[in-house]
C-alpha cells in the first residue's frame, strides 16, 4: 500500500489514521496511513526521512503548519494564502504543499445547508485558523466577511494581506450596531473554556453559529450562542472530517463520503 503519514506534536490522540482509513476502505484504495511524533526541531529531518522510504504524503498539524509551508517547493494559492500548510505530497522528486483546512470548513457548512453566496460572515479572531479558511471562504462569494479580534491591529493586518474589498477588521465591541448571517469562531477560547466577548444582540434565530472546535459537548461559543437563541449551531467536528476528505483527494484524486465518518466519531466522542 501507498504510505502516509501525520505529523505532530503532540500526536497520540489524532483521529487522521482512523479516519484515511475509513475512506480508503470505502472507496477501495490501499493505504497504510501512520501518526509520527516528531521532536519540535526535527521535523525536516521527518520529512526527508519519510519521503525516502517512500512516503507518499502527510498531514501535518500543530506546530509544524508554518515549517511545512517552508520545506515545499511548490504550494497551492490556498496555502500560500493561509501561510501554513496541513498536506504534503511527494511526487517528481519535489516536495508540494497545500492547505485543506479551509475547504473542510466550507464544505462542512454546505453540508449543513448553511448558504454562504452573498451572506454576512462574521470570523472571529486572526490567528492561524481564521487566516487558514479566509480564502476558501472568500471564494463562495459572500456579501462581506468582517474578521473581529481581541488585539484589532492583528484583525487589521490580517484583512490587509488579502486585500479584498468585502474584508474588514475590527474589535469585538465594535459590533454591537451589526448583524450577520453566519458567525464562525475561530478563536482558540473554547479551548481554554472561554468564549469571545462578543454582544448578545448578534444572536438572532436567523444565525449560524459555527465553532472550529469540538467535543462531545456543545463548546462555550455554542452553548452561549444556543441558550440565546441561536437555531443553529455547529461544532468543528466536520470540519476535521472534511480537511482530511479533501487532503485524500488531493493524494487519491477521489472524494470520500465523510457523513458517515462524521456520525461514528461522533459517537465515540468522549
Ligand atoms: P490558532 O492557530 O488556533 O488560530 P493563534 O494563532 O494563537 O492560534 O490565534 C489564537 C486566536 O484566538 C487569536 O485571534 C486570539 O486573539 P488575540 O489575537 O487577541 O490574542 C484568540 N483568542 C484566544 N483566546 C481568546 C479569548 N479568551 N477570547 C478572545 N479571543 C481569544
Redesign the pocket.
Known amino acids: 500500500p501507498d504510505q502516509y503519514r501525520v505529523f505532530g506534536n503532540p500526536i497520540e490522540h489524532s483521529r487522521s489514521p482512523d479516519i484515511h482509513h475509513i475512506f480508503a476502505e470505502k472507496s477501495q484504495q490501499s493505504i497504510d496511513y501512520q501518526k509520527q511524533l516528531v521532536d519540535i526541531e526535527d521535523f525536516s529531518n521527518a520529512v526527508s526521512g519519510f519521503i525516502h522510504q517512500g512516503g507518499k504524503g502527510a498531514n501535518v498539524t500543530v506546530p509544524f503548519k508554518e515549517q511545512a509551508l517552508i520545506i515545499a517547493d511548490e504550494l497551492t494559492e490556498r496555502a500560500s494564502l493561509a501561510g501554513a500548510v496541513n498536506t504534503l505530497s511527494f511526487r517528481e522528486g519535489k516536495i508540494f504543499g497545500d492547505n485543506t483546512d479551509g475547504e473542510g470548513l466550507v464544505q462542512d457548512l454546505i453540508a449543513n445547508n448553511v448558504i454562504l453566496k452573498q451572506s454576512r460572515i462574521l470570523l472571529l ?6 487566516r487558514g479558511v479566509l480564502l476558501p471562504l472568500l471564494a463562495q462569494t459572500p456579501h462581506s466577511i468582517v474578521v473581529a ?3 484589532v491591529s ?1 484583525a487589521e493586518i490580517l484583512c490587509q494581506h488579502f486585500a479584498d474589498k468585502r474584508l474588514s477588521a475590527c474589535g469585538f465591541q465594535d459590533l454591537e450596531q451589526q448583524q450577520f448571517d453566519v458567525i464562525i469562531n ?4 473554547s479551548l ?1 473554556g ?1 468564549l ?1 466577548p462578543i454582544p448578545i444582540s448578534l444572536i438572532s434565530q436567523n444565525v449560524v453559529c459555527y465553532d472550529m472546535v469540538y467535543g462531545k459537548d456543545l463548546t462555550p461559543f455554542l452553548r452561549w450562542a444556543k441558550e440565546n437563541g441561536a437555531i443553529k449551531v455547529i461544532d468543528g467536528l466536520g470540519m476535521l472530517v472534511g480537511q482530511a476528505a479533501v487532503s485524500f483527494e488531493v493524494w487519491r484524486g477521489i472524494a470520500p463520503e465523510v457523513r458517515s465518518v462524521i456520525d461514528s466519531l461522533r459517537a465515540s466522542l468522549k
Do not use: E, F, L, V
Not at 479572531?125 to 481564521?130: C, N, Y
Not at 475561530?186 to 477560547?189: D, I, K, P, Q, R
Open positions: 479572531g486572526a490567528g492561524g485558523a481564521a479580534n481581541r488585539t492583528k475561530a478563536t482558540s477560547a481554554s472561554s469571545p
